[in-house]
């Protein structure tokens, strides 16, 4: 099968290299020549575990290539998937279509011999059936289907996703296009995993719901969290307790900060908006975008009362800042919330994370960035760990608060246990324990 893959973001880039694994021949489209050519050379723009390899693997078999020819990597293909962003519109949370328009236009145009034209981006649903209007408009003449194909990778471990996934969700209309979907999914029957097969509009629902839910499982758990602290319960046994009834599940239970990212913050919120326009609200999901907007507004003001009340003239160490460990991703990230607001209270705030300071620089402004934890410590009146990175998972603690002003630490992810941190001399403040 010939893929044409037009865009090499994160969902294009990782999808492309994961389909050439699996035996497709993919090109990788992108309107920007520089880094197409930064591709060719096997500069991966991005961070994620494994894709170097993969993608350096894929070059060399032939497999994957990489061009900013739209129309002939579309004439060759069998398949081409959109995998354009769809970032959140200013102002009234939509997503926003234009990139996902412009290619459907320019595919149109390209189209040679019958081809399924997929979704891989998360698009609102309704967005099918609008490409493959925008088709039949700009070629009357192309032969083809359209097909959703939603994604349901996790940033830092979008490879094993990709590979081994708990389902693939297709939303097509013609046996023809669902032959061809299940050919590029062939080497997951092996793993027997589950192909859902639906209509374009179930598909695209499928993934908004699948995040919304998740985000409410995990702003449901920071709400238990604030409540055990009152109560004087434990939020990681109660986690644990609920989690292992199998009708809940154990995952995404873990209480923090709040949850950010690419996704959650732009689905929750897309999925509100259009529910609103149907005439259907959910207003479950309009709540849990609201609680975790506060939650993560309010993270600051945890750090401040474990420093006793005030930050001003204090220096704060920062542990992490992308969204999540594993990834240099600062999107809808708790510590844009948390940094400028220890900032305005007049804190100065030192930080470290190991691979997102980059990212991080520019949208975080006045702050001494440092070679690793014990530097961001030094000198602190407390340390604020944010982003739960393996390599903060085994810190040297002594040698942590020797470098420290005063030892507090405050544990936004409960990395480590109340008792050892204050076997070792810690004040130490955590979510949703005692
Ligand atoms: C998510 C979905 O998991 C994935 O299926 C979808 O395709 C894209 O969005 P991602 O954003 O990469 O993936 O990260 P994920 O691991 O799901 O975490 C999202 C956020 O939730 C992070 O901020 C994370 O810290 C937070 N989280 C997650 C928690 O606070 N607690 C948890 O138990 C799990």
């Known amino acids: 099968m010939n893929i044409a893959m037009i865009g090499t973001g994160y969902v294009g880039l990782v999808s492309g290299a994961c389909f ?7 090109t990788c489209v992108d309107l920007n020549a520089e880094k197409i050519e930064r591709l060719l050379r096997g500069e991966i723009p991005i961070y994620e575990p494994g894709l170097d390899d993969l993608v350096q693997k894929g070059i060399k078999s032939g497999r994957l290539r990489f061009t900013t020819n739209l129309p002939e990597a579309v004439g060759e293909a069998d398949a081409v998937f959109l995998a354009v962003g769809t970032p959140s519109r200013r102002g009234d949370g939509h997503a926003d279509l234009r990139f ?24 609102p649903v309704g967005t099918g059936r609008r490409v493959a209007d925008l088709i039949k408009e700009t070629n009357p003449q192309a032969d083809f289907d359209v097909a959703s194909n939603p994604e349901f990778l996790r940033e ?67 709400e238990v969290a604030d409540l055990c602290e009152k109560l004087g319960a434990d939020v990681g046994d109660v986690a644990r307790g609920m989690g292992l009834d199998g009708r ?19 689905d929750t919120l897309a999925l509100a908006r259009t529910a609103q326009e149907a005439g259907s609200p959910v207003r479950l999901v309009e709540t849990v975008v609201q609680i975790n907007d506060r939650r993560k507004g309010a993270m600051a003001g945890r750090i401040m009362a474990a420093c006793g009340g005030s930050v001003r003239g204090k220096t704060i160490g920062v542990l992490g800042v992308a969204f999540k460990p594993n990834t240099d991703d600062m999107r809808d990230a708790p510590s844009l919330s948390i940094v400028p607001a220890l900032q305005d209270a007049g804190a100065t705030v030192r930080a470290y994370d190991p691979a997102a ?23 602190a009146d407390a340390v604020a760990l944010i982003t739960e990175w393996n390599e903060f ?20 992810r409960n990395v480590y246990g109340p008792s050892a941190m204050r076997e070792q001399g810690f004040v130490y403040r955590s979510i949703g324990r005692q």
């Not at 236009?105 to 998360?122: E, I």
């Not at 995404?252 to 950010?260: I, K, M, R, T, V």
């Not at 980059?358 to 530097?375: F, R």
Request: charged residues 20%.
């Open 20 to 26: 050439a694994e699996f035996g497709s021949t993919v």
């Open 100 to 123: 996902v328009e412009a290619a459907a236009m320019d595919v149109a145009r390209a189209l040679r011999g019958y081809t399924v034209v997929v979704t891989k981006s998360t698009v």
């Open 156 to 222: 830092g471990s979008a490879i094993g996703d990709f590979m081994r996934p708990d389902r693939v969700v297709i939303g097509c209309e013609t046996d023809r296009a669902r032959e061809v979907l299940r050919e590029l999914y062939r080497p997951l029957f092996l793993l027997e995993t589950p192909i859902v097969m639906t209509s374009l509009e179930t598909a695209e629902l499928t993934k908004y719901a699948a995040n919304a839910f998740l985000a409410t499982k995990i702003t449901f758990i920071n």
């Open 248 to 266: 809940i599940g154990k995952k995404f239970l873990h209480a923090g900060p709040g949850y950010g990212g690419s996704c959650f913050p732009k």
């Open 357 to 379: 300071m980059h990212e991080a620089e520019p949208l975080l402004p006045g702050v001494t960035w440092c070679g690793n934890a014990y530097e961001a410590a030094k000198g």
């Open 393 to 412: 998972r085994g810190l040297d603690l002594e040698r942590l608060g020797g470098v420290m002003t005063q030892k507090i630490f405050v544990d936004l």
